[in-house]
């Protein structure tokens, strides 16, 4: 590729006066570059410059231009291009043009494939076995370059590279030549077969020595490294588990080592938080929790360099800001994940005395420490804090915020926020000792320390969030606090405020209706202000609209929907910004459960912002490796180059070796998730209106499932099965066999789509919303669901494969069979989740047809409920076994496959009845009453059993909800066989206990269950009306009887006053006035 001396020595001039001032390349310069002719004038100065910042320049140009135009180079063109890249390869000296030279030869590779270039394997061979070091190290950065760009191409010569990394991280006098070798590593590891394990296996003890000595010598070269054990935890985790001690105590020592760079220390921590992930048991099995903590603990209480404050400490700190990339903040994370991941009993036991020997220290970041430890416990074991020590760790909590040290009182605030989100209901249940400390907390701040303010609103916030109608006698006081702070100077507290409202909205729903106007005219004010200081004000005001939408009733809130609507269409057109928009969308989708036919005049508009998010690649940064300033001279506008960019030869997308990586901002991330969420409750809301937009929603929520995010992958399956419910609501509604083919055709791609993901998504809580969207659909379709062959097989298969822990996310055939009993509460929620399928397959198809895979799901439920489990297991097999049974009653078959399974059953619920747990008595006491529902006659054998074991709980029992089931189940026994009941005796003992005090849905039954009774035995009726009169006082008019309930009760009662009057009115007289009144006003209503 021979050019003209004059021509490359004057280029050369115009490269040297580019690298200098890049910015001003010249008008020569850029033409030259479109020029094809460029390619030979570039080798030929990368080959015979004498400067060594010209020779890079251009072998970078010289990459550019190749990667955008390798098909217009001829062949002939191309071989010799091969050979010049190579000479200038080996001929070169500076490191920064050799790494330029490796970066052009993986273009090549990249659209050559190494087989078709026996010289470049040539030059690998001899460099990287060559007795030269120098040569080794520029050989081995070659090859990192070449299997990076590439790595697939290189499978046959895997077993090859591998004993040669073997040889070279065993030379650690060449560190350059070890961090290389770590790098092509880390470059095939997700393309290695089994052939390859064994070998990958062996090299880990030595990649730790080499990765050791690595450290010493280059930290950053070290950091990158270390990514090699992210990608095989990643691609092949059973790699490392042989020497996953070697792996942790190699992290630990990295972690505990104050002298190395931050980076380095949290690649360490990040690694065990990964593995404790990936392979908890493991760690429990090999005895690491121990070490593991031992070395956490001194990171997580360490105090800052004198002078400084841990990040979030410091006062201009954004809360918003999660980019804290200490080390101190992913020592709290690898608890947080132990916590996510491992059964309590086994982590608390080994936690709580360095935690308490933390809460207990004179030193402020111990303390600080120990209110960290037990933040991030709440969310991992909320069951274990909630029902063993509540009581102890709200009391420490509580008395951190009077400590003198203000870094311990905005721990506690934090520990308090998590608490009040993860610890519910009980943690509301301290509401009289709480609120008060909370109220008085935030009087006595300073508000100019926003930072400080801004963690006190934290914890109030999620307090207030969940207490529900507790809130009522203290509405007038943050009310009163928000509504002055909403006007003060300082745009921060007036986000905070705003925000708490939405809050206080939550809790108190109705009863916030006489603020709600002021409140109104306030946040319009901020949503109409388009200053751009003023967005993240907005931002919050929408989010808070949004709440008083779904919460403060209908009636007051449908005047100002589509007010609402318009405003979020204008913000949406002015302002692009993408937390803007997802508030915009969540404000759409509140709106269409309070007035969907407000968003019907504007659903093409709305949908296609949404969709234009769901499409939107803003936000995700390529990072260049190389200077960017080199994309000057490439604003190639040449049509035709497109496409050669990205498709190789056989027009499949390949990643570009400029490349390093890819970062989405989590802003971005958010709006596709929040996108997701509001698509599928607005087509779900809007029912027909809907549907001219069903499709294209669908298409692009679908390829969401992959979506890198696991947030976002979630929400596109949450998504996915809102949309198959709204064209049920649609077909149901207009029932034409247009409609039946659409839903059959959605349920054909998304029920699959579910159950690939149930058995290969490795994010736990990415699966916990497909079972919990699958079982959305099925309540919803029912038999419809299951219409497609195999489909209930299918499904059932999928739950009974998270029972028995079979999938990629419970690490599902990895370990040996563990000790079932003891698992992380998540694992075990997980199940519950896939456990509440049962039941909704029993209701939607015929009891002889789901018999063999209920017989086969129903052991690895009632295995739960043995004692040695934890309560929460237990409520839920009680429970599950309920809900079953309920699911039977009104199928076809049901009453005899109750009757076949009552004999199994019995002996476990009655035990339930037995426990010592309230909710486990509470299920058990309920499903009994089910059972004997469903299968009537067939059990009235088991009718003395039950009712003595009743009458016995009767007598004692103290808690409300049980002894409200108890009447249920005493009214579900006499409905389906009254023959087997004593009525004399049990029917004045049930009224005795009414009305009912917190299971407010079995009015239903227990209503049903008196009318029945009084078209059969008017007589028992009439002998008991004063107390039957006296219950229905209570619940007559209110909320706690359905429409159906309430008619049902009336015409009784109405019934009763006419044809037995005098009665009636003997019973009505012990009413207190009100309730007589009430009474004789139903009663009398025609």
């Given at each position: 590729?021979?050019?003209?001396t004059n021509?490359?020595?004057?280029?050369e001039?115009?490269?040297?006066?580019f690298?200098r001032?890049?910015?001003?390349a010249?008008?020569?310069?850029?033409?030259?570059f479109?020029?094809?002719?460029i390619?030979?004038?570039?080798?030929?100065?990368?080959?015979?410059?004498?400067?060594?910042?010209?020779?890079q320049?251009?072998?970078?140009?010289?990459?550019m231009?190749?990667k955008k135009?390798?098909?217009?180079?001829?062949?002939?063109?191309?071989?010799?291009?091969?050979?010049?890249?190579?000479?200038a390869?080996?001929?070169e000296?500076?490191?920064?043009?050799?790494?330029?030279?490796?970066?052009?030869?993986?273009?090549?590779?990249?659209?050559?494939?190494?087989?078709?270039w026996?010289?470049l394997?040539?030059?690998?061979n001899?460099?990287?076995?060559?007795?030269?070091?120098?040569?080794?190290q520029?050989?081995?950065?070659?090859?990192?370059?070449?299997v990076?760009?590439?790595?697939e191409?290189f499978?046959?010569?895997?077993?090859?590279?591998?004993?040669?990394f073997?040889?070279?991280?065993q030379?650690l006098?060449?560190?350059?030549?070890?961090y290389y070798s770590i790098?092509?590593?880390?470059?095939?590891t997700?393309?290695?077969?089994?052939?390859?394990?064994n070998?990958?296996?062996?090299?880990?003890?030595?990649?730790?020595?080499a990765?050791?000595?690595l450290?010493?010598?280059?930290?950053?070269?070290?950091?990158e490294a270390?990514?090699?054990f992210?990608e095989?935890?990643?691609s092949e985790?059973?790699i490392?588990v042989?020497?996953?001690?070697?792996?942790?105590?190699?992290c630990?020592?990295?972690?505990?080592?104050?002298?190395?760079?931050?980076?380095l220390?949290?690649?360490?921590?990040?690694?065990?938080?990964?593995?404790?992930?990936?392979k908890?048991k493991?760690?429990?099995?090999?005895?690491?929790?121990?070490?593991?903590?031992q070395?956490?603990?001194?990171?997580?209480?360490a105090?800052?360099p004198?002078?400084?404050?841990?990040?979030?400490?410091?006062?201009?700190?954004?809360?918003?800001?999660?980019?804290?990339?200490?080390?101190?903040h992913?020592a709290?994370?690898?608890?947080?994940?132990?916590a996510?991941?491992?059964?309590?009993?086994?982590?608390?036991?080994?936690?709580?005395?360095?935690?308490q020997?933390?809460?207990?220290?004179d030193?402020?970041?111990?303390?600080?420490?120990?209110?960290?430890?037990l933040?991030?416990?709440?969310?991992?074991?909320?069951?274990?804090?909630?029902t063993?020590?509540l009581?102890?760790?709200?009391?420490?909590?509580?008395?951190?915020?009077?400590?003198?040290?203000?870094?311990?009182?905005?721990?506690?605030?934090?520990?308090?926020g998590?608490?009040?989100?993860h610890?519910?209901?009980?943690v509301s249940k301290?509401?009289?000792e709480?609120?008060?400390?909370?109220?008085?907390?935030?009087?006595?701040?300073?508000?100019?320390?926003?930072?400080?303010?801004?963690?006190?609103?934290y914890?109030?916030?999620?307090?207030?969030?969940?207490?529900g109608?507790?809130?009522?006698?203290?509405?007038?006081?943050?009310?009163?606090?928000?509504?002055?702070?909403?006007?003060?100077?300082?745009?921060?507290?007036?986000?905070?405020?705003?925000?708490a409202?939405?809050?206080?909205a939550?809790?108190a729903?109705?009863?916030?209706?006489?603020?709600f106007?002021?409140?109104?005219?306030?946040?319009?004010?901020?949503l109409?202000?388009?200053r751009?200081?003023?967005?993240?004000?907005?931002?919050?005001?929408?989010?808070?609209?949004?709440v008083?939408?779904?919460?403060?009733?209908?009636?007051?809130f449908?005047?100002?929907?589509?007010?609402c609507?318009?405003?979020?269409?204008?913000?949406?057109?002015?302002i692009?910004?993408p937390?803007?928009?997802?508030?915009?969308?969540?404000?759409f989708?509140?709106?269409?459960?309070?007035?969907?036919?407000?968003?019907n005049p504007?659903?093409?508009?709305?949908t296609?912002?949404?969709?234009?998010s769901l499409?939107s690649?803003?936000?995700?940064?390529a990072?260049?490796?190389?200077?960017k300033?080199?994309?000057?001279?490439?604003?190639?506008?040449?049509?035709?180059?497109q496409?050669d960019?990205?498709?190789?030869?056989?027009?499949?997308?390949?990643?570009?070796p400029?490349?390093?990586g890819?970062?989405?901002?989590n802003?971005?991330i958010d709006e596709k998730e929040d996108?997701?969420?509001?698509?599928?409750?607005?087509a779900?809301?809007?029912g027909?209106a809907?549907?001219?937009?069903?499709?294209?929603?669908?298409?692009?929520?679908?390829?969401?499932?992959?979506?890198p995010?696991e947030?976002?992958?979630?929400a596109?399956?949450?998504?996915?099965?809102?949309?198959?419910?709204?064209?049920h609501?649609?077909?149901?509604?207009?029932?034409?066999?247009?409609d039946?083919?659409?839903?059959?055709?959605?349920?054909?791609?998304?029920?699959?789509?579910?159950?690939e993901?149930?058995?290969?998504?490795?994010?736990?809580?990415?699966?916990m919303?497909?079972?919990?969207?699958?079982?959305a659909?099925l309540?919803a379709?029912?038999?419809?669901?299951?219409?497609s062959p195999?489909?209930?097989?299918?499904?059932?298969q999928?739950?009974?494969?998270?029972l028995?822990?079979?999938?990629?996310?419970?690490?599902?055939?990895?370990?040996?069979?563990?000790?079932?009993?003891q698992?992380?509460?998540?694992?075990?929620?997980?199940q519950?989740?896939?456990?509440e399928?049962i039941?909704?397959?029993?209701?939607?198809?015929?009891?002889?047809?789901?018999?063999?895979?209920?017989?086969?799901?129903?052991?690895l439920?009632?295995?739960?409920?043995?004692?040695?489990?934890?309560?929460?297991?237990?409520s839920f097999?009680?429970?599950?076994?309920?809900?079953?049974?309920?699911?039977?009653?009104?199928?076809?078959?049901?009453?005899?496959?109750?009757?076949?399974?009552s004999?199994?059953?019995?002996?476990v619920?009655?035990?339930?009845?037995?426990d010592?747990?309230?909710?486990?008595?509470?299920?058990?006491?309920f499903?009994?009453?089910a059972l004997a529902?469903?299968?009537?006659?067939?059990?009235?054998q088991?009718?003395?059993m039950?009712?003595s074991?009743?009458s016995n709980?009767?007598?004692?029992e103290?808690?409300?909800?049980?002894?409200?089931?108890?009447?249920?189940?005493?009214?579900?026994?006499i409905?389906?066989?009254?023959?087997?009941?004593?009525?004399?005796q049990?029917f004045?003992?049930?009224?005795a206990?009414?009305?009912?005090?917190?299971?407010m849905?079995?009015?239903?039954?227990v209503?049903?269950?008196?009318?029945?009774?009084?078209?059969q035995?008017?007589?028992?009726v009439?002998?008991?009306i004063?107390?039957?009169?006296?219950?229905?006082?209570?619940?007559?008019?209110?909320?706690?009887?359905?429409?159906?309930?309430?008619n049902t009760?009336?015409?009784?009662?109405?019934?009763?006053?006419q044809?037995?009057?005098?009665?009636?009115?003997?019973?009505m007289?012990?009413?207190?006035?009100?309730?007589?009144?009430?009474?004789t006003?139903?009663?009398s209503q025609?």
């Open positions: 590729m021979a050019s003209d021509t490359w020595t004057l280029f001039r115009e490269i040297a006066t690298a001032d890049p910015a001003n010249t008008a020569q310069l850029k033409l030259a479109k020029d094809p002719a390619i030979p004038a570039l080798c030929a100065v990368m080959t015979g410059s004498q400067n060594s910042q010209i020779r320049s251009a072998a970078v140009m010289l990459r231009r190749v135009h390798w098909k217009k180079i001829g062949p002939d063109h191309r071989e010799s291009l091969k050979a010049v890249v190579l000479q390869f080996q001929q000296t500076e490191h920064t043009v050799r790494h330029s030279l490796s970066q052009l030869s993986a273009v090549m590779v990249k659209h050559e494939t190494p087989d078709r026996p010289a394997f040539t030059l690998l001899q460099s990287t076995k060559s007795n030269n070091p120098m040569d080794r520029v050989g081995l950065l070659l090859l990192s370059k070449v990076e760009s590439n790595p191409p499978k046959p010569h895997y077993r090859q590279l591998l004993q040669l073997g040889t070279v991280l030379d006098d060449n560190p350059t030549a070890m790098l092509t590593l880390t470059a095939m997700a393309y290695t077969g089994t052939e390859e394990m070998l990958m296996r062996s090299l880990i003890p030595t990649l730790i020595i990765l050791r000595h450290i010493k010598a280059d930290q950053d070269q070290a950091s270390m990514e090699v992210d095989l935890m990643e985790v059973s490392m042989p020497h996953i001690t070697e792996i942790v105590h190699f630990l020592e990295v972690s505990a080592d104050t002298t190395l760079t931050d980076s220390r949290v690649k360490a921590l990040s690694c065990i938080a990964f593995l404790i992930r990936l908890s493991t760690v429990l099995k090999q005895k690491l929790l121990n070490p593991i903590l070395t956490v603990f001194p990171v997580l209480s105090a800052p004198p002078g400084e404050e841990d990040p979030e400490d410091e006062e201009n700190s954004n809360e918003d800001d999660t980019d804290n990339e200490s080390p101190k992913f709290a994370q690898v608890i947080d994940t132990m996510l991941h491992m059964p309590p009993e086994k982590l608390f036991h080994q936690l709580m005395p360095l935690t020997a933390c809460l207990a220290s030193n402020p970041y111990e303390r600080k420490a120990g209110l960290m430890c933040a991030v416990l709440a969310e991992g074991c909320a069951d274990h804090i909630r063993k020590m009581s102890s760790m709200l009391q420490t909590v509580c008395q951190s915020l009077s400590d003198s040290n203000q870094v311990v009182r905005s721990a506690g605030l934090f520990a308090l998590q608490f009040s989100e610890l519910q209901p009980e301290y509401c009289a709480l609120m008060p400390l909370l109220l008085g907390y935030m009087s006595a701040l300073n508000q100019a320390k926003i930072g400080h303010v801004t963690k006190a609103f914890a109030l916030e999620n307090f207030l969030e969940n207490l109608s507790e809130i009522e006698p203290y509405l007038p006081t943050l009310m009163e606090t928000m509504s002055a702070l909403s006007n003060a100077e300082n745009l921060k507290l007036k986000e905070l405020a705003v925000s409202i939405g809050a206080i939550n809790a729903k109705e009863k916030l209706v006489p603020y106007l002021p409140v109104i005219e306030s946040l319009k004010g901020f109409t202000d388009t751009d200081e003023m967005r993240s004000l907005q931002t919050q005001a929408l989010d808070t609209l949004s008083l939408a779904r919460t403060i009733g209908k009636e007051v449908s005047p100002l929907a589509a007010e609507v318009q405003l979020g269409l204008n913000l949406t057109n002015a692009d910004d937390d803007l928009r997802r508030c915009t969308y969540s404000l989708s509140a709106v269409s459960t309070v007035s969907p036919d407000c968003l504007h659903l093409t508009a709305i296609t912002i949404m969709l234009l499409k690649t803003e936000g995700v940064t990072h260049l490796e190389e200077d300033t080199f994309v000057l001279l490439d604003d190639d506008d040449d049509d035709e180059a496409g960019t990205i498709l190789d030869e056989e027009g499949t997308d390949n990643v570009d400029d490349i390093a890819f970062s989405v901002e802003a971005y996108t997701c969420d509001a698509l599928g409750e607005i779900f809301n809007t027909a809907f549907q001219p937009f069903l499709e294209s929603s669908f298409q692009q929520v679908y390829e969401l499932r992959d979506f995010h947030d976002v992958r979630r596109a399956f949450v998504a996915m099965g809102q949309f198959c419910r709204a064209q609501k649609v077909w149901q509604e207009n029932p034409t066999e247009a039946h083919q659409a839903l059959q055709k959605l349920l054909g791609v998304v029920l699959p789509s579910f159950l993901a149930v058995h290969s998504e490795r994010e736990r809580h990415v699966v919303g497909v079972l919990e969207a699958m079982n659909v309540k379709c029912q038999g419809e669901a299951l219409q195999g489909r209930l097989q299918e499904i059932s999928a739950i009974r494969d998270v028995k822990k079979r999938t990629v996310c419970q690490d599902g055939g990895g370990d040996e069979a563990d000790d079932d009993e698992q992380a509460e998540y694992d075990a929620m997980l519950e989740f896939a456990g399928g039941p909704l397959l029993a209701s939607a198809v015929p009891a002889e047809t789901f018999q063999p895979y209920l017989n086969e799901l129903l052991p439920i009632m295995n739960k409920a043995k004692l040695s489990y934890t309560v929460a297991d237990r097999s009680v429970g599950t076994l309920g809900e079953i049974l309920q699911s039977l009653v009104n199928v076809s078959g049901g009453r005899a496959c109750a009757g076949k399974l004999n199994k059953l019995l002996p619920l009655v035990a339930g009845v037995r010592s747990d309230s909710e486990v008595r509470n299920n058990s006491v499903a009994l009453g529902q469903a299968a009537g006659p067939l059990v009235a088991d009718y003395p039950m009712l074991l009743f709980l009767l007598s004692k103290q808690d409300r909800r049980v002894i409200d089931n108890l009447c249920a189940a005493l009214c579900r026994m409905m389906s066989n009254m023959e087997g009941v004593p009525l004399e049990v004045p003992a049930l009224l206990r009414l009305p009912l005090k917190e299971d849905e079995e009015n239903k039954t209503y049903s269950c008196l009318a029945m009774l009084y078209s035995n008017p007589a028992l009439l002998s008991q004063k107390p039957i009169v006296s219950a229905s006082s209570h619940v007559l008019g209110t909320k706690d009887l359905d429409t159906e309930t309430q009760l009336v015409m009784l009662l109405r019934d009763v006053a044809r037995h009057s005098k009665e009636f009115e003997v019973a007289k012990s009413l207190p006035a009100e309730q007589k009144m009430k009474l006003g139903a009663v025609s």
